[in-house]
Structure formats: structure tokens, C-alpha cells
């Protein structure tokens, strides 16, 4: 049968469309079950909160469930190697946190590349550190502090939520950038290491805002500064670190990534529901009661992520920070 000319280019033409138009349509389609939103960090941590209301959110969005699956250990890369084994298909996700950009250098041999394996997705919030002291501490602002812990070397003690965490690395940063030398004080998780600086075992922590925001009002611990680049709306009268010492800045946050090869039509349909979270009165007032929104696109998220990654390595390599 001879093929005319122009029917043979009307078809030529919709065969190097239909890849695009079958991508479109499983977009559309997506998602058709129940999504996995993977947890590095165990049931009731702040983190895990931050995911319940991310994975109701897009549930609603979405008129499927996303189900949080909690695999805590290893700062959070033990659930992010299970996801960079999922299929990459949208329907397993990771719970990004800065812990997993700490972890690309505190630990030396993973079993796979978080900056290749994992394909951001989108940011969702922020939050500040406290540099929070006991109230037996001389200081009432950061200047004063750093005199008197270049006065008394060694003497004061840090606490922190555990080795290479972001509790000790925050606090790492600013004592390789105040130039002041602390004794590190690691715990087993945050609530142990603020009884002990409440009660002046341990003279000052940076930890993340809401676990220690009701201290700093009740004045049981003495707010210094905050972390963020900006004041915080919870701590209005609580200036900022880089006030202090110029160029510092560190946060806590949160976002998704999902394997690598995801199709780029499921992750934008996926960051398009994040963002929409930003619109919402109520989610946005939910978000800035203890931080900011972290909003992007998935490419400014991952630029965003390769920035923290280059900060904290260079933190974890002037101190020397190594697994126990």
C-alpha cells in the first residue's frame, strides 16, 4: 500500500509525541494508590510531625493516601537508602532533612549518592536554631558570650542531640567561625540534653526552635540569638546570629525528594501540590508559627541542597566530626 507524503509525516509526528503525551497521561493519572512517605527519624520527633501534616496535605490534594513509613537510624540514611532502592515511579518518597546533607560527608561509606540518587522534589519549611544558654551564664548577648568563652577556654560545655547532628553541627559552625573552644557534650536525642542544660550541667545548646521556644519565654533558658538568616516571628526580640558573627546562618528544614529517574511530570505535579500548601492561609500560618516556608522549584531545591551539602562539609572537616 503506498503511503502518502503527508499522511506519512502526520504519523511520524504523533509517534515522537506519543512518549510526551504517555508521560502526560501517567501524570494525570498519578497517583492511583497509596504513596509511601519515608521517615529517617522515629514516630513523634519533630521531623515526623512535619510529615504527618505534609502527608495529609497532599492526601487531600491528591484523593490518595500517603502513608508516613518511619526508618529511623543513621541520621536519616537508612530511609533514604530505601527509597533510592524503590522503584522510581512517585509512589515512594523520602522526608528530606538537613541531616541528609550533613550525612554526604559525616559518613564516609554510604551504599549510594544522595546528591545523585535522590531527585528533590520541593522544600517545605525552615526553622531556626536557638542559641539558648543557662542562665548562670555571664552573657547577655552573643558578643558577650564569645569573651567569655575566649576568657575561659575549654570551661564551657555544648550540648548537643548526638555526633553529627545538627544540633553539634550548627554549633560547630559557630565556634569555628566565633574562633571560641567549647567541650561538646553529645546526647541521645534532645529531651536528656535539655534537662541537663536547664539544669546547668551544660551551659549552652543550639537547638532547633520548637523544643526550646518555651524555655526561652518562660526565661528558664536564655535566648541569645537565632541561627536563621532573618529574626524569627516566634522571637521577635531575639536578634540574629550573623548580627553577631558575620556570614553565619544555619536552619533546620524539611522537603521531599523521590528516587532518581522519577519522570520530571510526576515531580512537578508533586511540587505543584507542595507549593499550593504555601497559598493556604491556615497551612502557611502553621508553617510560620515556628518557621518560614521553604518554597522552589525542584531545581531550586536542589540547589538549595547542594549549597547546605558544600556548607557542612566544610564545617564536618574543620572539626573533624566522625562517626562514634
Not at 492511583?32 to 512535619?50: E, T, Y
Not at 502513608?67 to 540514611?77: I, K, L, M, T
Not at 515512594?92 to 559518613?107: D, Q, R, S
Not at 505543584?272 to 531550586?300: C, H, Q, Y
Amino acid at each position: 500500500m503506498k503511503l502518502h507524503r503527508r499522511t506519512f509525516f502526520h504519523l511520524a509526528a504523533g509517534a515522537a509525541a506519543s512518549p510526551a503525551l504517555v508521560r502526560s497521561a501517567w501524570a494525570q493519572a498519578y497517583p492511583s494508590r497509596p504513596v509511601r512517605l519515608v521517615v529517617g527519624f522515629a514516630a513523634g520527633s519533630a521531623a515526623d510531625i512535619v510529615a504527618r501534616v505534609i502527608a495529609q496535605w497532599l492526601s487531600e490534594r491528591l484523593g490518595q493516601q500517603f502513608v508516613v513509613e518511619n526508618r529511623p537510624g543513621a541520621a536519616s540514611n537508612v530511609a533514604a537508602e530505601v527509597v533510592v532502592r524503590a522503584p522510581a515511579d512517585g509512589y515512594t518518597l523520602l522526608l528530606v532533612t538537613a541531616a541528609n546533607t550533613i550525612g554526604v560527608t559525616f559518613y564516609e561509606k554510604l551504599a549510594f549518592n544522595f546528591i545523585r540518587d535522590i531527585a528533590p522534589v520541593g522544600g517545605w519549611s525552615r526553622v531556626p536554631y536557638i542559641m539558648g544558654v543557662n542562665p548562670s551564664v555571664p552573657a547577655k548577648t552573643v558578643n558577650e558570650f564569645i569573651a567569655y568563652a575566649k576568657a575561659n577556654p575549654g570551661k564551657l560545655a555544648m550540648a548537643s542531640t548526638g555526633i553529627g547532628s545538627g544540633s553539634h553541627v550548627v554549633g560547630e559552625m559557630f565556634k569555628m567561625m566565633a574562633g571560641v573552644t567549647m567541650l561538646h557534650v553529645p546526647y541521645l536525642g534532645g529531651a536528656a540534653a535539655l534537662t541537663d542544660l536547664l539544669g546547668g550541667q551544660v551551659q549552652v545548646m543550639f537547638d532547633a526552635l520548637p523544643s526550646s521556644i518555651e524555655y526561652a519565654r518562660t526565661g528558664k533558658l536564655r535566648a541569645l540569638a537565632v541561627t536563621t538568616a532573618t529574626r524569627s516571628a516566634a522571637l521577635p526580640d531575639v536578634p540574629t546570629l550573623g548580627d553577631f558573627v558575620p556570614g553565619y546562618e544555619a536552619s533546620g528544614w524539611i522537603g521531599l525528594g523521590a528516587p532518581r529517574n522519577t519522570p520530571s511530570d510526576i515531580i512537578d505535579r508533586l511540587n505543584k501540590e507542595v507549593k499550593a500548601a504555601f497559598a493556604d492561609p491556615n497551612m502557611k500560618g502553621r508553617i510560620a508559627r515556628e518557621g518560614t516556608p521553604l518554597e522552589g522549584s525542584p531545581a531550586e531545591f536542589a540547589n538549595f541542597i547542594a549549597a547546605e551539602t558544600e556548607k557542612w562539609a566544610k564545617v564536618v572537616k574543620f572539626a573533624n566530626i566522625k562517626p562514634d
